[in-house]
């Protein structure tokens, strides 16, 4: 039982019965994700390294995963109040997004690449 809740799943090659997976430049293909909410988790992990943020927003991120849905419930719960700082569309887009775990790995993984072309950046 452990295993299903903790435990990361493999994703599958490409040509599998799976269904495969198909790399575009090195990176997963998400069908999990429309292109509003790549856009959307772009800009948060780029806000996130803007901030300098990327430690503890990570380690926020790891130790939440399997918390996510009860977050974006409270998101949901909140979004009458929280509506009057944040854009309406993209706080309710985000919760929905949380709702999913994948959606979790896929921000780490994004605020890690950010961080990295920060990096990368400042270097060149």
């Known amino acids: 039982m452990w295993k299903q809740w903790w435990g990361r799943k493999p994703e599958p090659g490409i040509g599998e019965e799976s269904g495969g997976t198909f790399r575009v430049g090195g990176e997963p293909a998400h069908d999990f994700l429309s ?5 959307l988790l772009d800009r948060t992990a780029q806000a996130v390294v803007r901030w300098g943020m990327s430690v503890p927003a990570i380690f926020m991120l790891e130790s939440s995963k399997p ?14 109040i929280v509506h009057t ?19 979790i790995e896929e921000l780490i993984r994004r605020i890690e690449r950010a961080e990295d072309d920060a990096r990368s950046a400042t270097k060149g």
């Open 35 to 39: 292109e509003d909410d790549d856009r």
């Open 67 to 80: 918390l996510s849905f009860v977050g974006s419930q409270f998101l949901h719960f909140l979004s009458p």
């Open 85 to 103: 700082v944040f854009n309406a569309k993209e706080l309710d887009q985000f919760a929905k997004m949380l709702e999913r775990r994948e959606t």
